[in-house]
């Protein structure tokens, strides 16, 4: 009877690929986790990325992507999910500034409020609402507060209420 066949670190990676792109850190959590040796995880990632398998900046790119167009989220929040996925400040900034400079911020908040509001803003708690929901979306303070207020009813006189 043959000896049964170990699965090495990069091979388990692999696998994990396979289903979905994964920063370094976060494959190197998930090996880890299955309590294989350090060295052995460590040269797999340094294998897998040498051979292009797993790439940080495109994983970053595709997360900020998705966080603009499909989440609608702003900026800062994206920025901030990107790095807690384990990839550097660096990579973050440049993927947030590139995929940023082809979808307009201005834009995806407008879509990020036409998700929340079926109508325009009708009294000051709804407005108090909807403000708090953008900004843990990570938009600016002044765009949020000029893109609620246009929508407004009666020109945002509750406001001032």
């Not at 396979?18 to 460590?42: C, H, K, M, Y």
């Not at 940080?56 to 900026?75: I, P, Q, T």
């Not at 893109?147 to 020109?155: I, V, Y």
């Amino acid at each position: 009877m043959p000896a049964p066949r170990t699965v090495n670190a990069y091979q388990i990676a692999l696998r994990l690929l396979a289903r979905r792109e994964l920063s370094s850190n976060q494959l190197r959590e998930r090996l880890v986790r299955r309590e294989l040796p350090a060295v052995e995880i460590e040269t797999a990632i340094t294998r897998l990325t040498h051979n292009g398998a797993v790439d940080d900046g495109r994983v970053a790119h595709a997360y900020a992507r998705r966080a603009a167009e499909v989440k609608f989220r702003g900026k800062r929040r994206t920025r901030r999910e990107i790095e807690a996925l384990g990839i550097d400040a660096e990579t973050a900034g440049q993927a947030v500034a590139d995929v940023f400079s082809e979808t307009d911020e201005e834009t995806v908040l407008e879509h990020a409020i036409d998700k929340r509001l079926d109508g325009p803003v009708r009294d000051r708690a709804q407005f108090r609402r909807l403000y708090q929901s953008l900004l843990r979306q990570g938009f600016p303070t002044d765009r949020i507060v000029a893109q609620l207020l246009s929508r407004a009813e009666g020109n945002g006189t509750f406001v001032e209420e």
